[in-house]
């Protein structure tokens, strides 16, 4: 059973940015983590931005799925455009368009954990799925009343606010993107020294068996003789 969160309509270019703002304050309320925050914020403006530019407007309805573990927020983003040409080559990765048609639909796919498509003369509907974290508390009805309350009277930013946030969006990731790659270097050498440590090993053995050998040798001359 579906519970609805919050629906937001698409009539105007800042609606982009309300729907990238609610869908991050969404993400937060759920247990989504930062990262993860980001990335449903980036999959639904990246659809939601399809379908002002190219069906003039359209509705995201975000909703929460499930009465056990695990939970998924769905968010569903419909349009009455003229639908998707060649959607299955678009979906293949080898559409190329000059009006970048397209790479919003696979870049979402790439950040979500599953989006599901329909689309046709008459319109669009995508819809993104994201499992909630298996460390989130699971969202009963009273938690979920009280996350409705708080998207209520929560209001979104302006422009303004929404463009610093994904400036630090930006500096969590760079900052994230190099401690992991301090982590692989520090791993790599780590392999290193126990690759060394194996070579030793190993021509440790080769030296003892080669002793053992000579050794033989010795003793089955000595019986011979």
């Known amino acids: 059973m579906n519970k609805s ?9 800042q609606d982009v940015v309300i729907a990238r ?11 989504f983590e930062g990262q993860d925050q980001t990335r449903i914020a980036t999959a639904v403006s990246e659809i939601v931005r399809n379908a002002f530019r190219y069906a003039k407007g359209g509705r ?9 573990a695990p939970q998924l927020l769905l968010m569903r983003i419909h349009d009455q455009g003229p639908g998707i040409p060649d959607l299955a080559h678009v979906m293949s990765g080898n559409y190329r368009s000059s009006t970048g048609m397209g790479m919003g639909i696979l870049g979402a796919h790439r950040l979500m954990d599953q989006v599901e498509i329909k689309s046709s003369s008459s319109g ?12 989130a508390p699971f969202v009963d009805t ?4 009280q996350i409705v309350r708080e998207l209520t009277s929560k209001a979104p930013a302006g422009a303004l606010e929404e463009v610093q946030e994904q400036n630090r969006e930006l500096v ?9 790659q301090s982590e692989l270097l520090h791993l790599n050498r780590e392999l290193e020294d126990t690759n060394r440590g194996v070579v030793a090993l190993y021509a440790e053995l080769d030296e003892k068996a080669d002793h053992l050998r000579r050794a033989d040798e010795t003793k089955s001359r000595f019986l011979s003789t």
């Open 142 to 145: 009273p938690a979920f009343n």
């Open 124 to 135: 669009t509907d995508v819809l993104l799925k994201m499992i909630l974290p298996a460390r």
């Open 21 to 31: 703002q609610r869908a991050r304050q969404i993400a937060a309320l759920l247990g």
């Open 5 to 13: 969160l919050l629906t937001v309509a698409i009539r105007y270019e």
């Open 172 to 180: 969590r990731t760079l900052a994230e993107l190099r401690e992991r």
């Open 60 to 68: 995201v309805e975000f909703t929460l799925e499930g009465q056990s």
